[in-house]
């Protein structure tokens, strides 16, 4: 399991996010949300040691995470990655394997399949020779998809997966969280949207620079909590 224990991470003195502990299960799908500046990205890139934190442990299976990044599958803000790298969606999905199979060896038999396994599954092995540039940004998600899926990671992490996406993508991406769950794979995924879509979700971690609520859906999105959580934002629109 993934435990995270008072993790705080401060920004030039000010608070990025305070004491926030959660655990999350094998086989569970997990919610992250809060406002814009929240920070929901912080706390998955604390984690991953991306960012240092001020306070705090984040463990998988009881051992740092940063010590175990085989095991872990992130999958960045589409606005991080440099589109314009010249990759191709093939290659861009292969690098998924380096941490296994190392920079300067040649692709095993198995990482060749499962690349195109992954990619196949959704929808875009057709694409394999296509520059990523090239892509549409339904398509650039998926390709990321492929490549968590590729590096056959017990824990994946996915920051905002469904920002500009198109609906064949979203229901894509939540046929593949289902079956990495069925495989009993742990899965955090930061996302806004309080819609319907929230029943993809076995967990939801309502954030505010701390914690302000977990459990399931009924449990966490109350009007009080919804107000702790996106109070900025509420107050802005009253005035």
């Known amino acids: 399991m993934l435990e995270v224990c008072n993790l705080s991470?401060?920004?030039?003195?000010?608070?990025a996010v305070e004491n926030v502990s959660f655990v999350l299960q094998p086989g569970?799908?997990?919610?992250?949300?809060?406002?814009?500046?929240?920070?929901?990205?912080?706390?998955?890139?604390?984690?991953?040691g991306l960012i240092p934190y001020s306070g705090g442990v984040a463990q998988w299976i009881g051992k740092p995470v940063t010590k175990q990044l085989n095991k872990v599958a992130y999958v960045p803000q589409r606005s991080q990655i440099d589109w314009d790298y010249p990759v191709t969606v093939e290659r861009a999905v292969m690098m998924?394997?380096?941490?296994?199979?190392?920079?300067?060896?040649?692709?095993?038999r198995k990482s060749k399949r499962l690349v195109?396994?992954?990619?196949?599954?959704?929808?875009?092995?057709?694409?394999?020779?296509?520059?990523i540039r090239e892509l549409s940004g339904?398509?650039?998600?998926?390709?990321?998809?492929?490549?968590?899926?590729a590096q056959e990671a017990d824990l994946?992490?996915?920051?905002?997966?469904?920002?500009?996406?198109?609906?064949?993508?979203?229901?894509?991406?939540?046929?593949i969280f289902a079956e990495l769950k069925a495989q009993q794979k742990t899965l955090l995924v930061i996302s806004h949207d309080l819609s319907e879509t929230l029943n993809n979700y076995d967990q939801l971690?309502?954030?505010?620079?701390?914690?302000?609520?977990?459990?399931?859906k009924e449990e966490v999105l109350t009007n009080e909590n919804i107000n702790q959580a996106y109070q900025y934002f509420i107050e802005k629109a009253v005035s």
């Open 9 to 15: 991470v401060n920004y030039r003195h000010t608070i």
């Open 28 to 48: 569970q799908v997990t919610g992250l949300f809060g406002s814009n500046g929240a920070g929901k990205s912080t706390i998955v890139k604390a984690i991953l």
């Open 96 to 108: 998924g394997r380096v941490a296994t199979t190392g920079w300067f060896r040649n692709h095993s």
């Open 116 to 131: 195109r396994n992954a990619l196949e599954r959704v929808g875009m092995w057709q694409y394999r020779q296509r520059q």
């Open 138 to 149: 339904g398509q650039q998600q998926r390709v990321f998809l492929a490549r968590a899926i």
């Open 156 to 175: 994946l992490l996915f920051d905002e997966p469904f920002n500009n996406v198109d609906q064949q993508t979203e229901t894509i991406i939540f046929d």
């Open 205 to 216: 971690l309502l954030i505010n620079k701390r914690l302000i609520a977990s459990g399931t």
